[in-house]
T-cell receptor, first 113, second 113 residues
Framework: SAVISQKPSRDICQRGTSLTIQCQVD?????MFWYRQQPGQSLTLIAT?????????ESGFVIDKFPISRPNLTFSTLTVSNMSPEDSSIYLC??????????FGPGTRLTVT | GENVEQHPSTLSVQEGDSAVIKCTYS??????FPWYKQELGKRPQLIID?????GEKKDQRIAVTLNKTAKHFSLHITETQPEDSAVYFC????????????FGTGTRLLVSP
């Protein structure tokens, strides 16, 4: 299984600012994903981070708000831009060690004040 | 697109009892069905998965069954223990080229001693 780390683990940010979340995998993975999880809720896919091409966003999520980078097969970043209190959530990245299994990072708990 | 429904939303059992969580999916093209366990404040952990070419898979006290005709799959936990208390999520995807997961809404399982 892939081991995934994220930085930062949590942050408190002011509205109008941006935060970049980093996701590191201990082995090369074909695809990485970014999810959002509101407290007590399920996981909602934000986008698929594609290496060497633009990310694929799900309905309701746009590149200007959540720009994603994927410079190589072990690393990705998600930026939450121009934050508002509604962006307060846990952001998780995931990746696969092969086949279809996905493993998750520990998450970044974001609070926007 | 795929839609995954999960029931029940909460489940309380006594230690030693069995617990069953059920999910249904809408897209007949889905053929990979993982289950995740998420403890409070932790990342989702893959606990078991099943692919459409099998009807049942077991791993010690947990098992998953799949009925492709009816488009539903279930998680079975036997001899429950307090440490099984967590939120469980089912998911579905197409097992080709590492496709994105669509998650169910989650089941909060409480195992009382």
């Amino acid at each position: 299984s892939a081991v995934i780390s994220q930085k930062p683990s949590r942050d408190i940010c002011q509205r109008g600012t941006s935060l970049t979340i980093q996701c590191q995998v201990d082995s090369q993975v074909t695809m990485m994903f970014w999810y959002r999880q509101q407290p007590g809720q399920s996981l909602t896919l934000i986008a698929t981070a594609n290496q060497g091409s633009e990310a694929t966003y799900e309905s309701g999520f746009v590149i200007d708000k959540f720009p994603i980078s994927r410079p190589n097969l072990t690393f990705s970043t998600l930026t939450v831009s121009n934050m508002s209190p509604e962006d307060s959530s846990i952001y998780l990245c995931s990746g696969g060690g092969g086949s279809s299994e996905q493993y998750f990072g520990p998450g970044t708990r974001l609070t926007v004040t | 697109g795929e839609n995954v429904e999960q029931h029940p939303s909460t489940l309380s059992v006594q230690e030693g009892d069995s617990a069953v969580i059920k999910c249904t999916y809408s897209d007949s093209a889905s053929n990979y069905f993982p289950w995740y366990k998420q403890e409070l404040g932790k990342r989702p952990q893959l606990i078991i998965d099943i692919r459409s070419n099998v009807g049942e898979k077991k791993d010690q006290r947990i098992a998953v069954t799949l009925n492709k005709t009816a488009k539903h799959f279930s998680l079975h936990i036997t001899e429950t223990q307090p440490e099984d208390s967590a939120v469980y999520f089912c998911a579905a995807s197409m097992d080709t080229g590492f496709q994105k997961l669509v998650f169910g809404t989650g089941t909060r399982l409480l195992v009382s001693p």
